[in-house]
Every structure is written in C-alpha cells, then in structure tokens.
C-alpha cells in the first residue's frame, strides 16, 4: 500500500513542516540526551541538569504543538530552548571558546528554513548574547577552558553530519 499524495501545495507544506518539526524534535532531543551521558560521565553536574531541564522543556513544547496541531509552535519552541541552552553552554564551558559557539551559527541556517523572523529575532539576541560573552571575558567573569583540538573536529563533524542527516530526512533527499 502507497502513501497517499498530499492534494494541494498548501498540503505538501504542512506535510514539509510537521517532517521538520518532528525530524527537529528528535533529533535535538537525541542530541540534548548525548551531551547530557556525556556530562553524567565527567561529573558535570551544572550542565547535565541544564540538558536535562531543556528535554523538558522542548518537550513540553513539541506535546502543546502536536495538541494543538501548530507545527509552528512546536518547532519555535524546540528552536528557542535550543538557542536559551546553547548561550547557557557556552557561559559555563568557556564563553567565546566554547564549542557551543559553533553551534550557535548553524543553528540560523535550519532556523530560515522554517520561521525565518524567529531565526532573524534570534540572530539579533546572538549578537548581543556574543557581545556580553566578550564583555563577560574583557571582565575575567568566565572560566578559562581550553578545548582540545579533537573536540572541536569531533564537535564540527557532528554538526555537519546531524545538519545532512536532517536535511535528507525533512526532504526524503
């Protein structure tokens, strides 16, 4: 038995858009609960409960949009918990020299994809996040960590394979 065909554009939207929503959903989630064994394992407790509370919170989010049937509302919220613990990251991990940097900016790029003012709303809270990181170091306010060279290649191969990952699945490539 075939898969019916959606009937009008309007339809093939919505169908691209709940793709996008629960590929976003998973995949994030999956993501958050890495990072989360990997802190449990380092005894980083601070950023364990950080992934943690932001499963939650996704969560919640993902389960109001499926209930209300808004796609939209779904993925604003899995894109701004996303955002919200990456800034918290990256305040914890070493500010400006945390890898959590990286994932700041291509986060943007899946973000125009589909809400392109929540993605430019969250490009101008970046930059002002991004200033009071650098103010934040000029003040000696954050830890100073160095990042060995073979987390960052293993950081930017995930995001590059996660990002192609998510694209093939949102549009069946």
Request: hydrophobic letters at 60%; aromatic letters at 8%; one cysteine or more.
């Amino acid at each position: 038995m075939s898969a019916q065909l959606p009937r009008s554009p309007d339809e093939m939207l919505d169908s691209l858009i709940w793709r996008v929503t629960h590929s976003a959903y998973w995949l994030s989630s999956g993501v958050l609960l890495l990072f989360a064994l990997v802190y449990l394992w380092r005894g980083q407790t601070l950023l364990l409960a950080l992934e943690g509370v932001a499963v939650v919170g996704m969560t919640l989010g993902y389960l109001a949009g499926l209930r209300l049937r808004r796609a939209m509302l779904a993925l604003d919220s899995i894109a701004v918990v996303n955002w919200l613990t990456l800034v918290l990251v990256a305040m914890v991990t070493g500010g400006l020299r945390s890898p959590a940097i990286v994932w700041l900016v291509v986060l943007r790029p899946m973000l125009m994809l589909a809400h392109p003012k929540l993605a430019a709303g969250l490009a101008v809270l970046t930059v002002i996040a991004l200033f009071g990181l650098y103010a934040a170091h000029l003040g000696e306010r954050l830890p100073v960590t160095e990042v060995p060279l073979l987390q960052r290649a293993v950081s930017g191969t995930i995001i590059t394979s996660l990002c192609a990952l998510f694209a093939w699945h949102a549009m069946r490539w």
